[in-house]
């Protein structure tokens, strides 16, 4: 796929990933049209990318406005827009799907119309559920999600792939371990930084000790990944999973987060979490994902699940909301 010089969509691109793919392909001389509602993103996070005259952004809702207009002239997508918030699922299953399967089959409508050959999706390690094999590669099967999340994500792969080979699409498709850095506003690290800036003595965590054990990368890491991932494509639908090789408990985190925020003395209270020991329904327990396909292609992460946790959390505590 081409990604350099070219006019790209990126929808959700005022959201936390969505930002800083925009900065990154700005500044490899794309042209950028970012689309948002806004619903979860911010107009702040664009600030470096509105300094570009090559960046166009276009506040529009993808489940209900005309993207015609807004694809228009493009030569990719690269559709980032979601809900993406796994706990909600369970309470707010309607919007899991608008937000994600009927979006991203509206987003793939006004491409075929238009012509755009190429499409790029954010998917995540949920699609996968809870795996036999660990670390997971991307030709694991079968997949049985156990998020109402990781499932809407799945059939919006599922989508993409039959677009991809009934209309003459390339599609490139990302797994992401969970992802974390500045500009985020609903993982376990923004909670937790929420927490204790609320109250330093102690830390409610979602859960039975010492929690679920996963693997994260670093956002910086995550766009140079799907840069590299997107250039090296060559097959019709090109699946990479993106995480780094290690993994951490949630008990990990919270002795992270709160020595970089240089507290003492906090008292951890566990929920005890549901489903023996869930933070929240459809929390899949276990989950590392094999990143060797992106690997072989020249993608190495800079930092490991414990470097990637410590610079987000300096990340979040120095830029409060
Ligand atoms: N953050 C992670 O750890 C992680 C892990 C795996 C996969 N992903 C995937 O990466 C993508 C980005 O996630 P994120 O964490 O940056 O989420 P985010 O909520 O920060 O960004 C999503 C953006 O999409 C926008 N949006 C949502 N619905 C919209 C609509 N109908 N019309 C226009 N804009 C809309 C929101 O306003 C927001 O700016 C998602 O597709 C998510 O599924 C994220």
Redesign the pocket.
């Known amino acids: 796929m081409k990604i350099r010089g070219s006019k790209i969509v990126v929808?959700?691109c005022?959201?936390?990933?969505?930002s800083h793919l925009t900065d990154a392909l700005l500044e490899m001389g794309n042209h950028v049209v970012g689309?948002?509602?806004?619903?979860?993103?911010r107009r702040s996070f664009l600030e470096d990318a509105e300094t570009y005259d090559d960046f166009t952004f276009i506040q529009?809702?993808?489940?209900k406005d005309d993207l015609k207009d807004v694809f228009k002239g493009a030569q990719m997508v690269i559709h980032?827009?979601?809900?993406?918030d796994v706990r909600s699922g369970a309470k707010d299953t309607l919007s899991h799907y608008q937000?994600n399967i009927e979006?991203t089959y509206r987003v793939l409508e006004a491409m075929k119309s238009l012509g755009i050959k190429d499409v790029v999706f954010?998917?995540?390690?949920t699609v996968y559920g809870e795996t036999t094999v660990i670390p997971t590669p991307e030709e694991y099967g079968p997949l049985v999600p156990i998020s109402v999340y990781g499932a809407t994500?799945l059939a919006c792969e599922a989508l993409i792939c039959s677009y991809a080979h009934s209309f003459d699409m390339q599609a490139v498709i990302f797994r992401?371990a969970?992802?974390v850095g500045s500009r985020?506003?609903?993982?376990v690290l923004h909670d937790f930084v929420a927490k204790l800036r609320n109250d330093p003595t102690q830390l409610e965590i979602l859960g039975a000790e010492p929690g679920t054990v996963k693997s994260y990368v670093h956002v910086d890491d995550c766009v140079r990944g799907m840069i590299i991932g997107a250039e090296y494509a060559r097959n019709k639908v090109e699946m990479f999973n993106l995480g780094s090789a290690d993994c951490l408990t949630v008990k990990e985190i919270a002795d992270i987060v709160i020595d970089s925020m240089e507290l003492r003395g906090v008292v951890y209270r566990w929920t005890g979490g549901v489903q023996g020991g869930r933070g929240w329904i459809g929390d899949v327990k276990n989950m590392l994902l094999s990143s060797e396909k992106l690997r072989s292609y020249g993608w190495e992460p800079s930092l490991n699940s414990s470097q990637a946790i410590c610079k987000a959390v300096r990340e979040i505590v120095a830029k409060p909301d």
């Open positions: 929808t959700g005022a959201g936390f990933i969505g689309v948002d509602n806004l619903s979860a993103g529009s809702d993808l489940l980032v827009a979601a809900n993406p937000q979006v954010p998917s995540t390690s994500k992401f969970n992802v985020s506003t609903h993982n």
